[in-house]
């Protein structure tokens, strides 16, 4: 299958599991368990897909600016999730007195977009690389995909949206996935920049977003299923080699 075509089908999937994870919170919003085990699991396996595969690749490619790419990538997220998009966590938010106004909701919204489409930009530079990379990318933004759509439904009904506004919420999530896939078959050839940027997104969504959220779980069962994540990261590089 051609590369394009199969970034196209996976950024598909990753954009149908934000619109699952909407539907979840819509259809129950008190109900949720095994969220904090997808977080997790997502945390390890992107810690360890930015920190062994996608900045050592974005190294190795032509160019002297990666580095500061990655720098940027990260910094970008944290600048937008600590002005436009403050005091929001990955899972059902119920801190309903953080999200009164409607704007609020929307900033969100707006904040997780970009995420979304520096989602789809990693998955397609990954497979502009390498079919063994493009997978693992995939695998990393599957496992956070559903966490991030169950989260933007949650802070727009705790806004006082209304149902049908939260679920389109996360489709608006999955429109800027598949517009990030899209983005980066035209500019193709431009993923020494692409790369680099979704490379430090994922390392922030990793290690300041999902770690900091495992964290506050009591006891080592997170801690163990992050490991999980990193080791599930090593066999599929196996696999796929």
């Known amino acids: 299958m051609h590369p394009f075509l199969l970034s196209f089908l996976l950024g598909l999937t990753a954009a149908a599991a934000n619109v699952f994870g909407g539907t979840i919170i819509v259809r129950k919003p008190r109900e949720g368990p095994y969220l904090k ?7 390890g396996f992107m810690l360890a897909t930015s920190t062994i595969e996608i900045i050592p690749t974005s190294l190795a490619l032509p160019g002297k600016n990666a580095a500061l790419l990655v720098l940027a990538g990260y910094l970008l997220i944290h600048f937008f999730e600590h002005t436009v998009t403050p005091h929001f966590h990955f899972g059902e938010e119920t801190h309903h007195e953080q999200f009164v106004a409607a704007h609020k909701g929307f900033s969100v919204v707006l904040g997780l977009a970009i995420h979304a489409f520096f989602d789809g930009i990693a998955i397609s530079s990954g497979f502009i690389i390498s079919n063994q990379l493009g997978w693992i990318v995939f695998v990393a933004i599957f496992l956070h995909k559903i966490p991030e759509g169950f989260t933007v439904a949650s802070v727009m ?7 049908a506004l939260a679920w389109g919420a996360s489709v608006a999530l999955g429109g800027a996935t598949l517009a990030g896939v899209l983005a980066m078959m035209v500019l193709k050839h431009e993923v020494q920049f692409g790369l680099p940027l979704s490379g430090g997104v994922t390392l922030y969504v990793a290690a300041s977003d999902l770690v900091p959220e495992v964290n506050r779980e009591p006891g080592g069962k997170m801690a163990v299923v992050v490991l999980l994540g990193v080791a599930v990261f090593f066999l599929l590089d196996r696999l796929v080699k």
């Not at 009904?157 to 149902?163: E, F, H, W, Y």
């Open 37 to 43: 085990y997808f977080v997790a699991l997502g945390a």
């Open 157 to 163: 009904l705790a806004s006082g949206r209304s149902t």
